[in-house]
């Protein structure tokens, strides 16, 4: 069992930054691929970033060059840097832990508005 709990969102004006930590208990990460999704509201959760237990990532074209995913093994924690926000990047961000089974966190709000 791995238990996910994300931090780090909030208010920001466009054109600002928000770092996303998910912090993760039960089990080690170092074997799981992790990954950002974003739900908005009336919308379909939708992927923002993943990277692999190799460190490979990859990002929606929505968010690609301007956020940036990564992993610390030895914290168990994975980060979401987010650079040159846009309201439409609003919605509540997951965090996911995915080998054999699939794990969520309970997610965490980003609202970009001025």
């Known amino acids: 069992q791995v238990q996910l709990v994300e931090s780090g969102g909030g208010l920001v004006q466009p054109g600002g930054s928000l770092r996303l930590s998910c912090a993760a208990s039960?089990?080690?990460?170092?074997?799981?691929?992790m990954g950002w999704y974003r739900q908005a509201p009336g919308k379909q959760r939708e992927l923002g970033a993943t990277?692999?237990?190799?460190?490979?990532?990859n990002y929606a074209d929505s968010v690609k060059g301007r956020f940036t995913i990564s992993r610390d093994n030895t914290r168990n924690t994975v980060y979401l840097q987010m650079n040159s926000l846009e309201p439409e990047d609003t919605a509540v961000y997951y965090c996911n832990a995915r080998a054999s089974r699939n794990y969520w966190g309970q997610g965490t709000q980003v609202t970009v508005s001025s």
């Open positions: 039960g089990s080690s990460i170092a074997l799981y691929a």
């Open positions: 990277i692999s237990s190799s460190g490979r990532v």
